[in-house]
């Protein structure tokens, strides 16, 4: 029987990003006919090939490898570490994640990528555990120095991921999930300390 943080993560991914499945399903479609996807896509929004470069330095600050510890407060106490690795692939225009073997056995892949067709980043992370989130708008904050990605508000549920890039050796990112009477279901901190770019 899966643990309780695992039924909450499953839960928010299906109340909270539903839409998922029947974005990926016309994508496979899309695919399947032939229909022009990436690249093609962000110039019918008007950008270049130079504007989407500059906006992909900001996910650069995440390329490398990296010591990652994750405290979970909620729902269970539990600290994870991994050595995740974070490389360009598909032509340089997605950053994908790779956790390797996690302390506690798990394993997760990660994507994120700039879309101007919404003027953000989104990210899909996906866990060995059979969970997988999408999150479709993280905005980066250049005064702050900060990347967040934040729920709709037309959800049944709300979240929020938010890295803090102060420099180009540490990054500090929380996680916090509540349910639609603002009750905290997850809450974890998050640090990567760079071992290499």
């Not at 996910?59 to 106490?77: A, E, L, Q, Y």
């Not at 394993?107 to 999150?135: C, K």
Request: hydrophobic fraction near 40%; aromatic fraction near 10%.
């Amino acid at each position: 029987m899966p643990e309780l943080g695992e039924r909450i993560v499953s839960r928010l991914s299906v109340a909270a990003l539903g839409v998922r499945r029947a974005c990926v399903g016309s994508l496979l479609v899309g695919a399947a006919l032939g229909f022009p996807s990436g690249t093609a896509s962000a110039q019918t929004h008007g950008a270049t090939v130079a504007e989407i470069a500059e906006k992909l330095k900001v996910i650069d600050r995440f390329r490398g490898t990296w010591n990652v510890t994750i405290s979970t407060h909620r729902p269970k106490h539990s600290v994870v570490t991994s050595v995740n690795t974070n490389s360009w692939v598909l032509g340089n225009r997605f950053l994908q994640g790779d956790s390797g073997p996690k302390s506690d056995g798990t394993h997760d892949f990660s994507m994120m990528t700039y879309d101007p067709a919404i003027g953000g980043y989104p990210l899909w992370i996906f866990f060995s555990t059979g969970v997988a989130f999408f999150l479709p708008s993280g905005q980066w904050d250049e005064a702050t120095q900060t990347m967040v990605w934040k729920s709709p508000p037309n959800l049944t549920g709300s979240y929020q991921y938010c890295c803090v890039v102060s420099d180009e050796r540490t990054h500090r990112c929380t996680s916090i999930a509540k349910d639609w009477k603002g009750k905290v279901l997850l809450e974890q901190d998050v640090i990567l300390v760079r071992r290499s770019p």
